[in-house]
């Protein structure tokens, strides 16, 4: 990081540091002020590695220059900010690059694009419900420490009962299976959802869907093996029930590659995408749908 842009933010903070001079800096939260790269300063001048990166939403860093220098080119060209419902010259562009750079060198061409809204929880509910559309059923399969967003619709989806407990919401239709490792590495843990899937007297209904992360980042990083991950494909098509990956969070090279599951080989049904999607932090938000299971038509579900 360059010297003098440490000592811009010294000079410009001090008004920052007299409002927080109440502050003990050794015990307080950290208070962030400025950030480039993977750098963030505090108002009391430490330098912080930012691993967090906005929850996945920074993984091209904070204020990297390229991509800020086109969101100032198109903001200072009267384009549209935003078209509601309306599609934009900006949204075709963004869907021809994103074919060309990302699915054609992937073979996931077939998948057609389903604007939102803002929010990662937007585009889970999107999902959940062109599922259960599609398939006509209401259950849902989850897995142990997962989390799919912060509304109260997509916080019972979490395999944690904490955040539920606190905005009073039900788990109701969803069906919580261990994670790939959740009862140890001997256990199989997808035999024990084929089972109750497909014998007709365990008393869970046929899924409309089965929501999964290939990395879960709420509970320390649980990265699912490339086996494991293929045994939940299989189900999925066993059973009927449209497979979800969710990447909203580990996506966007977070992982290395563009996709968290490609290292498995996978071939999801849906694909829900947000945070770092947007490149600078910017509230956006997508599904990548198979062309067998797109039911959808215009405004069916809008955000704002």
């Known amino acids: 990081m360059r010297e003098g842009w440490v000592a811009s933010h010294k000079k410009h903070d001090l008004k920052s540091l007299e409002l927080n001079r109440n502050f003990d800096t050794e015990t307080s939260a950290v208070i962030l002020s400025r950030a480039r790269g993977s750098i963030a300063l505090t108002v009391d001048g430490r330098r912080i ?21 086109a969101i100032l080119e198109y903001l200072t060209s009267d384009a549209v900010v935003s078209g509601f419902n309306m599609a934009t010259s900006a949204e075709l562009t963004f869907v021809d690059t994103f074919r060309s750079v990302v699915l054609r060198e992937r073979g996931l061409l077939s998948y057609h694009f389903k604007f939102t809204g803002p929010s990662d929880a937007v585009a889970i509910d999107a999902a959940l419900e062109l599922s259960r559309k599609v398939t006509g059923r209401q259950n849902i399969v989850l897995f142990t420490s997962g989390q799919s967003g912060v509304s109260p619709g997509s916080i019972a989806l979490c395999g944690g009962g904490l955040r539920r407990s606190g905005v009073d919401v ?8 261990p994670f790939d490792g959740y009862v140890g590495p001997v256990v199989s843990t997808t035999e024990h959802l084929r089972k109750l899937l497909l014998d007709q007297y365990s008393g869970i209904d046929r899924p409309a869907a089965i929501l999964v992360e290939a990395v879960q980042r709420n509970s320390g990083m649980n990265v699912a093996g490339k086996e494991w991950l293929r045994s939940i494909e299989a189900i999925a098509k066993e059973t009927g029930a449209v497979l979800i990956l969710d990447e909203t969070e580990m996506g966007c090279g977070r992982t290395g590659q563009f996709f968290s599951f490609e290292f498995a080989g996978l071939s999801p049904d849906i694909v829900v995408m947000s945070s770092s999607l947007s490149g600078c932090g910017l509230p956006l938000s997508m599904l990548l749908i198979k062309d067998e299971v797109d039911h959808t038509w215009p405004v069916q579900h809008a955000g704002t």
């Open 49 to 69: 590695i930012d691993f967090y990166s906005g929850a996945g939403s920074l993984n091209y860093g904070h204020n990297n220059h390229q991509i800020r220098e």
């Open 170 to 177: 039900s788990p109701r239709g969803l069906g919580l299976v």
